[in-house]
């Protein structure tokens, strides 16, 4: 892959976000309006300063039967006749908005771009959902068949079991942790604890998947502001500096992988922010990764070069990614799994995390010290990836 060249530097200097849940009283562009007006007070600037907006979807056609997002946004925010371009790219849609808004600001097109990620998901019954979830799979080959989204994990899991010898209990430790972490983030579907073994005693999904080792169906936005570094400081005293973005893609199908126990996108997209940013993995200091289901967050922590490849479920086990860990810590947001999944702003959701925390305003699940943060967000199982390196400015 090549590695970006910025033409200038760029910064985050406002996020905002809605509560993450089943969020039946709310409408899909109310809650988008929400998250983009606390991201402009964040930055205290007007919404007339926005010159784009970059909006990450994934289906709104299926869940709420509405398309033509971008132009229903821009004028449910006020924002017209400023360019909104809708995003998508199955799960990873947010992640790919933020982006997009990056390149912009950084290739100078834009000084100052909004980046938002929604989803409702709950308008419509769990089959309905799952169902249009499954269209980010392979329809000829994989939903075609039946395959579900957890079955095609659920393979992956298996996968990984025989060839590396991770337990049912290993899979279990990413889904504790990340409750845990949701107990401290008032803005996470799930704020409680569960145990190793009510994960592994919870209702069959998948084998060897399991209802809590699942994400849920979740309502929600997110929303980012981007502009160049050298304005950052207009708008806030702790803008968080973009050092790197990339992105890659894989097959969408399992079957076409040499190996499925490895997301070849995450580990291409991983080398190249590693290689614009830097950084060595082992300099991260906090990470959102994409924690879909439980195997999802032992896969990426080794696709990601946190541990070598099997290794994972041995460090959950050390209690590596804990928001107190000497190492890097891993979804203190709660990740996907408890934070909440409203799959078109998962990927904002994570980048509003990372700001949150390197600028020190996480609160309880506050990673102390935290410099250097990661996000990755998947699309489907693996087809497309989006990695950011972001850091704390001087």
Not at 141 to 153: R, S
């Amino acid at each position: 892959m090549v590695c970006v060249r910025f033409r200038r530097d760029v910064a985050i200097v406002g996020v905002g976000m809605t509560r993450f849940g089943e969020l039946w009283e709310r409408s899909f562009d109310d809650l988008f309006v929400e998250a983009g007006l606390e991201a402009l007070e964040d930055a205290g600037m007007g919404g007339d300063e926005i010159e784009a907006m970059y909006v990450g979807n994934m289906s709104a056609g299926r869940f709420i039967d509405q398309e033509h997002v971008a132009s229903l946004i821009a004028d449910r925010s006020g924002l017209t006749p400023i360019p909104c371009t809708r995003v998508e790219a199955a799960c990873a849609s947010g992640g790919l908005a933020v982006r997009q808004a990056i390149l912009a600001v950084a290739s100078g097109m834009y000084d100052i771009v909004l980046a938002g990620g929604v989803e409702k998901m709950t308008d419509v019954t769990t089959e309905e959902a799952t169902a249009t979830l499954a269209t980010a799979a392979d329809q000829e080959w994989e939903a075609f068949h039946g395959v579900t989204f957890p079955a095609l994990y659920a393979m992956i899991a298996r996968r990984h079991m025989y060839e590396y010898g991770t337990t049912r209990e290993h899979l279990a430790l990413p889904p504790v942790k990340n409750h845990r972490n949701a107990t401290k983030n008032p803005k996470a579907q799930f704020q409680f604890e569960i145990t190793v073994e009510q994960v592994i005693e919870s209702p069959l999904v998948a084998d060897p998947l399991r209802l809590l080792d699942c994400s849920p169906v979740s309502d929600g936005a997110a929303a980012v502001i981007v502009c160049p570094l050298e304005m950052a400081k207009e708008f806030t005293d702790t803008p968080i500096v973009v050092r790197a973005t990339a992105q890659a893609s894989d097959s969408i199908a399992l079957h076409d992988r040499e190996d499925i126990t490895t997301l070849k996108a995450t580990v291409e997209a991983a080398k190249t922010v590693y290689k614009q940013a830097g950084v060595e993995p082992e300099e991260v200091d906090v990470a959102e990764v994409h924690d879909c289901f439980s195997i999802a967050e032992l896969v990426a922590v080794e696709d990601l070069g946190f541990v070598e490849k099997g290794e994972a479920g041995e460090a959950y086990h050390e209690g590596m990614f804990e928001i107190d860990s000497d190492y890097v810590a891993v979804n203190p947001s709660g990740g996907l799994k408890a934070k909440g999944h409203p799959v078109g702003a998962s990927g904002v959701a994570q980048v509003v995390e990372i700001v949150e925390q390197l600028r020190g305003e996480a609160g309880k699940r506050q990673v102390d010290g935290a410099e250097i943060g990661l996000t990755h967000n998947v699309g489907g199982s693996g087809g497309t990836v989006v990695v950011h390196i972001f850091e704390r400015a001087d």
